[in-house]
Structure formats: C-alpha cells, structure tokens
C-alpha cells in the first residue's frame, strides 16, 4: 500500500468576518471555507490543518495548512479551482505535495508576525479592520525597543498568555522584535519559535504602556520574570496582527517567498 | 435677525457596510449617521448636505457636507464630540463655520477622485472591500493614458453615465486624468469639474478595456462621441473608488489640505 498523499497551500485572509481559524459550529471559519471549497471542487471531505489558530479578526499572509488526500489532481491546479469557490476574504496563494511525515503545526519551527497600529486623528476610516489605531499621535519609539530588548532570547511567557488553551510549556524563544514607523503609525514585527495564546496582542499592549511613557523600559522585564498575566499591558485589538510567516526546517513554499 | 449659522464638515469613510452618501428608509448610510452623531451632542436635528452622493461600497477621505444649526458651540468641539458616536468607518476630519450661502454641493466647482485596482494572484484578500481586482497580471498604461486623453477637456459624457439621477446637462470638464502604477495595481486620478452618476466608474472600466488590449485607445473617442451608454465598458467595482476631495472657490479646508 502507498503512502497516503499530503498537500500543503499557502494561505491568506482578511480576518475581520471570521470566527478565527478553527472550526465552530454555526460560525464562520477560515478552516470550514478551506474544506468546503476543497469538498466543492473534489467532493472529498478532508481535514486542514493549520499552522496555527488565528483569533476572531485576526489576518494572514501566510497561514500554512496541510490535508491528507486521495485526489489526483495536481495541486497547483487544486489551488486554482479552490479559489473559485472561497469568499473573496480568502485566497489561496500556492499549493504544493509535501512529505507524509509534515505537518503544517507539528513541523513548524516558528512563525513571524506583524502588528500594525495608526496613531493619531483622524481614525484610519479607510484601513478600518485593518490596522489597530490608537489616538496618541506619537509613542517612544527608543523606549519602546528598550523594553523589547528584555524580551528577546528564551524566556516563560506566561505573563504574555492569555488564559484558554493548554500548552505543554509556556516556554517559547522570542528571536527577533523590530519597531518600526510607518505612514501614519508604527509596525510591530516578531520572530519567535512559537507564540502563546493572544501572546503577541499581549507584547504589543505592553509595549504600548512604555511608548506612552506610562511604564518605564525596564517595567516589562520585571512583568516577564513575574510570570503574572494581571501585570502586563492590556491585550491590543486583534485587526491589528497578521501572521506573515510559519517557518519550516524544509520551507515546502520557500521558491515562492 | 441674525443670519443662521452654518457649519461645513470634511469627512472620511469607508464605504463598505453603507448603502452610499444618501439617506435611505431601513439602510444605513452616511449622512444618518451624520445626522445622528450631531443630535446626540447637540439634540438639534440637522440636514446635512453632502458635495455629492456617494454610492454603496464607495469611499471617501474629503467629502464635505454642510448644515444649517442653532447650536452655539464652536465647530471644532462639535467635530470632535461627533466622531465619538460614529461608527469607526466613519470620521469628522474637521469642521469650520462657513458663511451662510456656502453650500457643499452647489458651490462646489469640481472633484477630486482616484480608483485603485490591484492585479494579478493572488486576490488582494487583506484589502478586500478597499481596491478593486482584476486578475489580468498587467494591464497597457500607454494605451490606457492614449484613450484617457481623449476624454480631457469639456464633453457630454452620456456615454458614460448610468440611468437613474437626472442633472440639468450631461456635459463636463475633465481637468485630468493621471493613470500611474502603484505596487501591486495601478491608480487612476482624475479631476473635474464635475462627474455624471457612476461616470467615473464607467471611465475606468471602459480603460480597462483599452488596457487590456480589447479596444484601441482611440475606441474611447467613439463612444465618448456616441453619447450611447451601451457602448462603453462595464461599471468597474464600488469599492476602488474613493471621494478625495470636493473643490471650493474659497476652499473652507484649505488651511488644512
């Protein structure tokens, strides 16, 4: 008997009428979207399986999902049909066979994020949904790396996790934290081996308490060694993040990115 | 007597979850929410008029209304008491007090819009609802801005004009009509003394039948001659098109553009 057959597609998505990644019933789901439009162009029921959950709003660009799969058909070509039958919020941006052994969560060996955030009046009506606001016109840009700084390198983020999913380790390795302005606004890039429960929304809120000079720099070190998830920033709002990268050993989509 | 006072507001929105500028039974639109804002600091009922209609999904960075009010509170307090009850698609950029034979619509000498298609895969699902789509990978601007300038100066645009609002003539000075590449797309700008319903829709969509080869540019001069509306390319999407800026003799923005 051969191997069953595994593809992978690259995904990304507008978050903002979804109920998140996962699958809910009676709500909608990048997940459901992604086996109906499969099951509409091969009537096979399949599972996909997502690098990771995206919360309610939250974006990709790059959201990788695997699917075992009896089809034939080429993937690319998959990836093509598929997309006539996803909502316009969802597209998929390449498909491609992986080995047997990959898994789109399991395999990851950490994802980038970005976060990004308006600043000042007027509201960023345009880019509503899209980008987070906040209605300071400027925050610290230097006190803001400055605490940064302490949370770069391998640390337990349990002062930055939200409550609601059980991991096996809140221990997670924080590789890259760039802070950078932008037109109109500042974008919040990460690069870590994996991320809590609302954790980056959690950094960025944090964050925010520095920038606005409210909290000193060092303040987020000592959040972080308290492991207290009452001491930390509020949870910035989830328009804001997208999740650009999952990040594999063997990048399955690494020609196209 | 005193002359009554009127307040003229700049306005900013994105357009997608309104039924356009225009008050309408049981939708929501632009100008009752507006209108609601303003009863909810003042409790006055006020008109306000609009420097056109916008149509559903269409938006706008400088749409200025104006209204007629009793209310003695200085206009800049007013704009920003408004934007806290609108809702976060909608934004007073700014409000001044106009003299009393201002009026956004009839006073105002031409406009100022831009179209922004993207194109190519994949879709530009982060900006669903924001630019339009089409998913030819180029399109020919030479050509495009060939047939565009037979469309400058003063025409009667029938051709591409849709039913459904009268006006007293259907002739109109196009000003300009810039075609540029933008990183994914390309944008279209242009400004006139006026715009025919759906006209500036229709000249885009008309273009992108020069710009993908379909039509010679000067097939463009045919239809503009034609006056005959089923000649012209199809009505491009709402949701590329944005409202910058409405133009006054004295500009009541001006200080702030």
New interface residues.
């Given amino acids: 008997m051969s191997e069953p057959r595994k593809c992978a597609l690259l995904v990304?998505?507008?978050g903002?009428k979804f109920f998140g990644f996962q699958r809910q019933p009676g709500k909608p789901t990048i997940q459901e979207e992604l086996e109906a439009a499969w099951f509409a162009v091969s009537s096979e029921k399949v599972v996909m399986y997502g690098s990771g959950r995206t919360d309610s709003g939250v974006?990709a660009?790059g959201q990788v999902v695997h699917c075992a799969t009896e089809s034939k058909m080429p993937v690319d070509k998959m990836a093509r049909a598929i997309?006539a039958h996803l909502p316009?919020?969802?597209?998929?941006?390449a498909g491609v066979d992986v080995p047997s052994d990959f898994h789109a969560q399991a395999s990851s060996i950490g994802k980038r994020y970005f976060y990004r955030l308006a600043l000042g009046?007027?509201?960023p009506?345009?880019?509503?949904g899209?980008v987070a606001w906040d209605s300071s016109p400027t925050l610290d840009l230097l006190a803001m790396r400055q605490g940064a700084a302490f949370l770069l390198g391998e640390h337990d983020f349990s002062a930055f996790a939200a409550a609601g999913r059980s991991t096996k380790t809140s221990v997670r390795r924080l590789r890259a934290f760039h802070i950078r302005p932008s037109r109109g606004g500042v974008v919040f890039y990460m690069d870590g081996s994996g991320f809590l429960y609302k954790m980056v929304r959690n950094l960025v809120g944090s964050l925010l308490e520095v920038g606005k000079g409210r909290r000193a720099p060092d303040w987020v070190e000592t959040v972080l060694e308290s492991g207290d998830r009452k001491r930390a920033g509020a949870t910035a709002p989830a328009e804001g993040l997208?999740l650009w990268r999952s990040l594999y050993p063997k990048d399955p989509f690494s020609p196209l990115l």
């Fill in positions: 990304a998505y507008h903002g974006h660009w997309n316009e919020e969802v597209v998929v941006r009046n007027p509201r009506v345009l880019h509503t899209l997208v």
